[in-house]
């Protein structure tokens, strides 16, 4: 495969001595000390994995809930929507600065906590409550995402470097533990939930009937709860059973509590982790990997990042970044809501993501080895094809009280495709801009949250499932045709080297 990325990044980055320094570097290190440094490579891969696992562990199960339990208005769903609208305006500028004046470790500590503010107003959930804290963390997600995929990317390539290999499969490997770790959020949190929310009594549960289950699946909308009514139950409730549609969307606040406390703790404790343990990046060379390079200012740095929307290889991946997130925002809100609540309960929903989630974790180690095997492109249409297939089917098929498997093998399935998305491309950006990761991680936070947001905006303004799957099937398809021409372009390039 084509390393061009990398090896802008080695001309460009590095003194203009590179080779010599390359040498010299392999010289004074000796056997035990390259396995020394190693190992505190793979230490601080593993930190940083663990604690965005704690992260996620809370906010990914609670965004994942909200278009089941705060259904009133749609406010679940408007919340993860103002996430995105404000993640979208911190890719336009925050990450390169926010990492140039913090550096990475502690823009990762300082977003985090923007995480936990969002996870703090789950016990008092309004809109004057959610909508601005779920504005704080998307301005800090940016900054967060961009410093982790700085921080894999660089020291990858300084673990490639101890031993002169190439940098590209040791940035997939790394992208592949980190997603390993991140996708057992899923496991972890649902586990949570489902613990909490199946506990006590489960008679608020409703068990529809094959003819009421057929306003789910692909004929859900959003538009169908009465959005006056009090689906979140209380020790009181003021609404009568016939104010709310289906009752399986009806929650206990106390739970909602128990929840949100145990997340809570968990999003401090990420941010702990990597303040206390975590090695900053100036231990493995960042500022020589920088040097001389010119001191831009925060309005240099912002022009940067636009600037790099117009370079061709981002131009073309735009839409199958676009794609990443629409899958995810889909399939965070309308399958948990459509397919999963409205005919089973939200009890279920955490065990189907648990599906999800172990497939899609074990999924990320294993693509991260086969790639070695078999190359980038078999894998993404690998992942083209297990999406297609899996909206066919939901297209297709209407829950039955009979049928409550599928759920959870559609899930699964999704999770592996979902495992497919994240790693590879995640990978792929690493690979094609390793001499600009901040712009360019920036810019695929940029267009992702693109797509979570009209996932999320469509589905809160109460658009049926039916035609979002319609919406899947044209991102996914612009998506593949935009990838097949950067990598034929990356293979052309690759010729035309070898040819001179």
């Not at 470097?161 to 649902?190: A, H, Y």
């Not at 979140?232 to 949100?260: L, V």
Request: glycine share 6%.
């Amino acid at each position: 495969m084509d390393n061009s990325g990398y090896e802008d990044d080695l001309h460009m980055k590095t003194p203009a001595n590179n080779n010599k320094a390359t040498e010299a570097n392999q010289v004074q290190y000796t056997q035990e000390e390259i396995k020394a440094e190693k190992k505190i490579i793979y230490k601080n891969v593993l930190l940083i994995s663990v604690s965005f696992l704690l992260l996620f562990v809370a906010f990914e199960s609670m965004s994942k809930l909200q278009s089941s339990i705060n259904v009133v208005n749609n406010l679940g769903t408007w919340a993860n929507a103002a996430v995105y609208a404000s993640l979208i305006l911190s890719c336009m500028f925050m990450p390169s600065i926010l990492i140039k004046m913090l550096k990475v470790k502690w823009t990762l500590v300082i977003c985090i906590f923007c995480y936990s503010t969002y996870i703090a107003a789950q016990f008092y959930p309004e809109f004057y409550t959610l909508l601005p804290t779920a504005f704080i963390l998307g301005m800090g997600a940016a900054p967060m995402w961009s410093a982790k995929c700085t921080y894999l990317t660089q020291v990858a390539h300084r673990f490639a470097g101890l031993d002169g290999s190439d940098p590209e499969p040791v940035v997939v490997k790394f992208f592949g533990i980190f997603f390993f770790f991140f996708q057992c959020n899923s496991i972890l949190g649902n586990i949570i939930s489902t613990s909490v929310l199946s506990s006590g009594k489960t008679e608020v549960y409703t068990d529809l009937s094959d003819a009421d289950m057929a306003k789910c699946g692909s004929a859900y909308c959003p538009a169908q709860l009465i959005s006056s009514s009090n689906i979140t139950e209380t020790a009181e409730p003021s609404a009568s059973a016939d104010d709310i549609e289906n009752e399986n969307f009806k929650t206990d606040i106390t739970k909602i509590y128990i929840i949100a406390g145990i997340y809570l703790v968990c999003s401090i404790s990420a941010a702990l982790i990597i303040a206390f343990f975590v090695d900053p990046l100036t231990r493995f060379g960042e500022d020589e990997r920088k040097e001389g390079q010119e001191k831009l200012t925060g309005k240099q740095l912002l022009v940067a990042t636009f600037r790099h929307m117009k370079k061709k290889n981002q131009i073309l991946i735009i839409p199958l970044t676009f794609w990443s997130g629409i899958e995810q925002g889909f399939f965070g809100a309308d399958f948990t809501a459509g397919f999963v609540t409205c005919a089973y309960g939200v009890h279920v929903v955490g065990r189907v993501l648990i599906v999800f989630g172990v497939c899609d974790a074990l999924a990320s180690v294993g693509f991260g080895f086969i790639i070695k095997l078999i190359g980038r492109v078999p894998i993404f249409i690998l992942g083209a094809c297990i999406n297609l297939a899996v909206i066919i089917v939901m297209l297709t098929w209407t829950p039955t009280a009979s049928s409550v498997a599928v759920v959870y093998v559609l899930a699964a399935l999704w999770g592996i495709g979902d495992a497919i998305w994240q790693t590879q491309i995640n990978a792929l950006y690493g690979v094609l801009f390793a001499s600009d990761e901040e712009a360019a991680f920036s810019n695929y936070r940029l267009w992702e949250s693109m797509g979570f947001l009209l996932a999320f905006i469509t589905q809160a303004c109460g658009v049926c499932v039916f035609p979002k799957l319609l919406l899947t099937i044209v991102f996914l398809s612009l998506g593949m045709g935009g990838y097949f021409v950067v990598e034929f372009l990356e293979r052309k390039k690759a010729q035309e080297r070898r040819n001179d």
